[in-house]
């Protein structure tokens, strides 16, 4: 039998539009985890701390221009620069909670008339998560919650053409919905269900992604 010991960590990716709940609902599940004594740490994309995550920065500040295939092959770029680590910390038994994932950097790119096709190649072979959290919400609820920032892609107009997207890339045998209209508590009750049973389940060995 599997030990707990000798069992990878899981990937569980949230994925959803600007103001969906994600960050505040990984931290939840993150914190939550810990507590209940499992190994897990919470990563995000994009991370800003790196070389090429500040040259992402300046461009979603309007600080810096980027060609949309540039930009793209950055955001990718910017996942590939942290596998080695993940794929190390899975391996070790460390679940992994992460704050979007290879799904927003085609649906951000794709929501501006880029080839979707084109832009899902770069991040081709990337670990693929076990589950994928996508968040929604419905009708006006986005537009209710904290005024968007002054950051690129911070419109509703282009929000809605992001979600057209990630309706698309939807991949029902590993995605799930997650409705984030509830109170916080709610879906974070509804996220650690799906989590629960991800982690108690055995995975098999670390996946690639769309190949
Ligand atoms: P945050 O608000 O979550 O920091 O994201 N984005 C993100 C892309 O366009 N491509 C990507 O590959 C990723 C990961 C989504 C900042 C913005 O960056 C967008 C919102
Ligand atoms: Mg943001």
């Known amino acids: 039998a599997i030990t707990m010991a ?33 190994k897990v740490e919470q990563l995000k994309f994009p991370d800003r701390t790196t070389s090429i995550g500040i040259m992402i920065n300046n461009y979603l500040a309007n600080k810096e221009d980027q060609s949309d295939e540039v930009i793209h092959l950055l955001f990718s770029a ?11 910390l899975l391996l070790g038994g460390t679940h992994l909670v992460i704050d979007r994932y290879a799904y927003s950097g085609i649906a951000y790119s794709a929501a501006k008339g880029m080839d979707l096709h084109w832009c899902r190649q770069p991040d081709v072979g990337l670990i693929k998560p076990d589950r994928v959290i996508y968040m929604t919400l419905t009708g006006d609820k986005a537009s209710e919650r904290a005024d968007f920032g002054g950051e690129r892609y911070e419109k509703k107009e282009f929000q809605a053409k992001v979600e057209k997207v990630f309706e698309q890339l939807h991949d029902p045998t590993y995605w799930q919905v997650v409705n984030g209209d509830g109170s916080i508590n709610e879906v974070h009750e509804d996220v650690f269900k799906i989590v629960s049973e991800v982690i108690s389940t055995d995975c098999g060995p670390l996946n690639k992604l769309w190949t």
């Open 78 to 88: 910017n996942r590939w620069e942290q596998m080695q680590k993940m794929s190390k």
């Open 6 to 38: 000798a069992r990878r960590g899981k990937l569980i990716v949230f994925e959803g539009c600007d103001r969906s709940g994600k960050s505040t609902q990984c931290a939840m599940l993150t914190d939550r985890l810990r507590k209940d004594g499992h």
